[in-house]
């Protein structure tokens, strides 16, 4: 079978695990090269380890440096030996959350240029050359400033790579066939929300007062879902090693116990440039981003 190329586009490091582990872990066993841009170091996170606590923003401000051994070490568990920075390392600092002081710095990702971040990607682009490219919607999955920064920056970025006037010296233009953005389909959403429920669980409550849940994608525009069962278990323990950020009773895995192994099993995804390919299944999706490309 021929060999695809992807790019996975993230936030932060854990963003990478969280949104798109099985999918990246199951086209790396596949033999496909899989490339992750992360484009901050997660400097303004909040650091759920007690004896780790010195090293936030508010103290030490060395967290970003940590999460780089946690990136590397997840990366390992994944298979993935191909991730890097935005740029390098550090020139986009974490804006931590929308209307905090950490979004005026001027050196956040929130406060680049676009231009500027979108070049950057687009080296990388037209480096890697891939058939598909994975990022964030227009709302950054759920609100945060620096995956709002990193969809554009993605965005933007392959406009500019497969643009041969622009910058030539980055090397040779590349149109990559299909993009994808991640969703969050609103069925599963509900059916989350009722097992929760019937244990008595309203993980949801706040939805109403904050204005429903934007971040959550019509089933009938989410294209793709990927899934691997068997690779559950891999991205738990990928997930594990952001050790800072997530701890072991983090609700989401609690969630994921709760729904089965399909709650971190599968992810999904939504088509916005290219062709859909062989579907099937109830929903009538994807389950490949290769699927139509002629590689």
Not at 124 to 137: N, S
Not at 263 to 277: D, N, P, S
Request: hydrophobic content about 40%; aromatic content about 8%; charged content about 25%.
């Amino acid at each position: 079978m021929a060999k695809g190329r992807l790019l996975f586009v993230h936030a932060h490091p854990d963003d990478e695990v969280i949104g798109s582990g099985i999918a990246m872990g199951k086209y790396v066993r596949e033999g496909h090269q899989v490339t992750l841009v992360t484009c901050t170091l997660g400097e303004e996170g909040e650091v759920v380890v007690p004896e780790l606590a010195n090293l936030d923003s508010a103290h030490d401000d060395q967290l970003g440096a940590h999460r780089q051994g946690e990136l590397a070490k997840a990366m390992q568990i994944l298979g993935i030996t191909d991730h890097r920075q935005l740029g390098e390392p550090g020139r986009y600092r974490d804006s931590g959350m929308m209307g905090t002081e950490q979004n005026a710095r001027e050196d956040s990702f929130w406060q680049a240029d676009l231009t500027k971040a979108a070049t950057d990607m687009a080296a990388v682009i037209r480096e890697v050359r891939p058939h598909a490219l994975v990022t964030y919607d227009e709302f950054g999955g759920y609100g945060h400033p620096d995956h709002i920064q990193a969809h554009r920056a993605a965005m933007y970025g392959a406009v500019l790579a497969a643009a041969p006037s622009y910058k030539p010296e980055l090397g040779e233009a590349w149109d990559v066939p299909k993009i994808y953005w991640t969703a969050f389909p609103v069925s599963n959403v509900e059916r989350t929300r009722k097992v929760l429920a019937e244990r008595g669980i309203d993980f949801f409550s706040n939805d109403e007062a904050e204005g429903g849940r934007p971040w959550a994608c019509p089933d009938e525009f989410v294209t793709t879902s990927i899934t691997d069962l068997g690779l559950e278990p891999t991205k738990i323990e990928a997930l594990l090693a952001h050790e800072t950020q997530i701890a072991k009773d983090a609700p989401f895995l609690m969630i994921s116990q709760m729904v089965g192994p399909e709650g971190l099993g599968t992810e999904h995804f939504r088509l916005v440039r290219g062709q859909v390919g062989a579907t099937s299944g109830e929903f009538n999706r994807e389950d490949d981003f290769l699927s139509g490309l002629d590689l």
